[in-house]
Every structure is written in structure tokens, then in C-alpha cells.
């Protein structure tokens, strides 16, 4: 059957809009900020290889998945998945899934609205020169300072959702393509830079042997998480790339697209890893110092560099579009299905969805000073408790919303999003859609989504339950 719907939405303007736009979600703060903090915090290269092999195994094959179902479903997850479920006469309850990932797509916003937010304060910081020749107890100084302040993280935080919402909020195929065409590219030769600034410290191979030395006793630890990161960092799972393929014009290839986008995105974390860690090393930090890494480690960096100053603020600027061009993807899920479900202006629905996310995202900025003490899910010799306050163990509010998303949500949806693609869907339909020419290949990626990418997912559970 030829399907040449178009979304209400609106819809690229070529592949290339497509990848730009899918590449401009995957890249953000999960390349540049999480991956290394997590690679720093489960002890290097084994989880940089679980990484990895869930890139290529599970993460790429449900990007296809979710490309395929979204323009396919010309319609927001939901009700994509609605739609297609009842051309396959299968359950609508398939929707469920895209539901449950538009939740999670705002609860990711939520905290990652905060750290963009950081990297605003960064470039301020960098503008007037505070990490000039800064040493590594004066760097950690200043992201302490800038965490433990809450007005002045509710000050970015807000900032940064006000951009998200104002550029969704006049609709995403229009405002994403001219900024990004320039500013990625960009991104990547910064981060050039920094891995040529990483080659000088003097440490370049501890670094390297850091990301790439792999220690089989060491995977079990941080299986789960190299997972979830591997979710994470491509945006699958919550329908992000979902609605991305509804504005997918009809006669771009998926396939070929799709594993671009992986590349590019695999490309960027690891330089950013490799720029990051001997920096690390140089200045004696420790790689499991957890969320501040970037922030603490890249200034040193800049105070030494010519022009450190300017590069360093460029670099900040850099990472902050980065973090836009991601925190949009996160909401469009949401509105596309309230504009849709309830037929009131796109202006509207974003306002309250920005709303609602802001409000959570304050529990974020509050769990890095004030609140630090309420922990979360906390199992204690008395038992199990959902909120303690000052408990030993537990997560607080940030790691659980993190927890809570990157490493249950995110995995859960992409699986369902494979299965309903793999199982439910007719395997005509899917043929159709990803138009690929060789059979050979057609099955091999047909095979990766119905199979090894819901096995991959659930071994990984299991593996994660025996610990
Ligand atoms: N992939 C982005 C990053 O690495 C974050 C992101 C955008 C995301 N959309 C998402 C993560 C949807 C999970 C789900 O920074």
C-alpha cells in the first residue's frame, strides 16, 4: 500500500533535513557530558564496549523501528501507533508504549534542562575570564559553587526551557534546520581542538587506554547502564525519533539514514571521551567524580590553551545549541499528541508541557544543594522506602529521575517499539516502508529489530537482576 500522507506538523524538506534534525537530537549532552562522567564512573572500556555493541545491536535497529513506525503513522507516536496497529489488526494498546515514552521524554527534559543550563553559566564564566590559568581544586571550586546556588540554577534552568519552548512552540521544521546546518560541524572541530589540546597534556594514552582497555570483569557492573546510555544517546525509546520520521519525506531511504545518524553520534562521544580523559588524568582528577567531569575538567583545559578564553566560550555556546537541538525533540512527542488529542494551538499545549517540565526540573536544580538530603528508593535494613529523608543509600531526586528514565523507560519503550515493528506490523508493510533493494540486507535488518535488538534488551535485564 503507497503512503504518501504528510503530518498536520509539517514535514523536512529533503533525507538531509531528516538527518540533520535526528542527528541534532541524538547529539547533546549525552555525548559530551553523560558518556564520559558514566565511562569515568563503571571504570572505563568495558563499558565503553557494552556501549558500544548496544549501539549497533539494539539501539540502531530500533532507531529503525521508530523512524519506520513514525512515517508510516504520519501522526504523533500515539496515534501513529494507533493507526498502524489497526492496519496490521493488532491491539491499539500498542500505544500505551508511546504514551509511557512521552512521559519519559518529559521527565528527561526536566534535568536536562538543568544542565544546559550549566553550560549557560559557562559561557558567562568563560566571557569574563574567571577560568583563566584556573588550577583543579579552583575548577571543581566553580562548579561547586554553581550547583550549590539554587537561584542561579533556577535562573538557567528557566532560560534554557524558555528557548525550548519558543522555538517548539513556533514548530519544529522551521526553526531547527538553519542553526544546525552550521553549528554541529562547528561542535565537531572544537572538539577537535580540545582532543589536539588532550594530545599535549602528556597523558594522551592513559586516556585512551582508559576508553579502550577492556576488562571482562568489569562488565557486569555497569551492563545496564552502558544500555540505558546507549538509549539515551540516540534518543530511542520514547518516540523522539518517532515523531522525527512522521516529517520524513516519503522517498528517503531509512536504512542508510539511520546508520549515519548512529555513526555521527557514536563519532562524537567517543572524541569527546578521548579530548576529556588524559585531561582528566593530567590534572590528577578522578574519572568517577559523576556529573561534574565535563564541567570541571574542560575549564582547566581552557585556561591554559591560546586563546582559551575565546575557544572555551565558543566551545560552551557550542554545547548549549547541542542541548536545544535535543531538549526540542523531547517535547515535540508531547505536543504533536496534544495539539492532535485536543485541538488547541501548538502555542498552548507547549506552554503547559514547558510548565509541567520546569516544575519537575526544579526538583533537579534543589537535589544538587538544599535538597540533597531526600533520598529516593531507598532500601534499608528496616525495609524499603519510596522518600527518606537524609537516608544512607538511595538516590536523590536527580539520579532517580535519571534512573527512572535512562535505565527502565527508555529500555522498555524501545523494546516495545521494536516488538511492535517486528511482530505486529506485517512484514509487508515494513518492506514497503524501508524500501531497501537486497533481500540479503532487508532480512539482516529485519532480523536485528524482530530478534537480537528485544533479546539484547531483555539479556541485558537479566543480567542486570543476577548481580
Ligand atoms: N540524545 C540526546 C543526547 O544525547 C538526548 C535526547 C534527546 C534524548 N531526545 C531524547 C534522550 C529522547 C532520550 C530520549 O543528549
Redesign the pocket.
Known sequence: MANDKVSIHGAWASRWVFILAATG???????????PYMTGMYGGGAFVAMYLLCIVLVGVPIMLAETLIGRRGRQSPVNAMKSLALEAGASRHWSLAALV?LV??LL?LSF?SVVAGWSLDYIIGMGRGDFRGISAEGAGAAFGGLTSDPWRLTLWHSLFMLVTAIVIGKGVVAGLERSLRIMMPLLFVLLLVLLGYSLTTGHFMQGFDFLFHFDPSKVQDGILAAMGHA???????????MVYGSYMPKKASIGSTVIAVGLL?TLVALTAGLALFPIVFAAGLEPGGGPGLMFVTLPIAFGTIAFGQIVGLVFFVLVAI??WS??I??LEPAVAYFVERSGRSRALVTGMLALFCWVVGMGTVLSFNIGAEAKFFVFAEDGFHLYQWGAEGGRNFFDSIDYL??RIL?PLGGLAFALFAGWAMNREAVRDELAIKSPLLFNLLYWLVRVVAPVGVLIVFIAELSK
Open positions: 537530537s541524538a547529539v547533546g549532552l549525552g555525548n559530551i557530558w553523560k558518556f515514552g519519559a521524554a528527561i536536562y538509549f539515551f544517546t540516540l534518543s530511542v525509546g520514547v518516540g523522539s525519533i553520534d547541542a542541548a535535543s531538549s525533540s523531547m528514565t535512562s527508555l
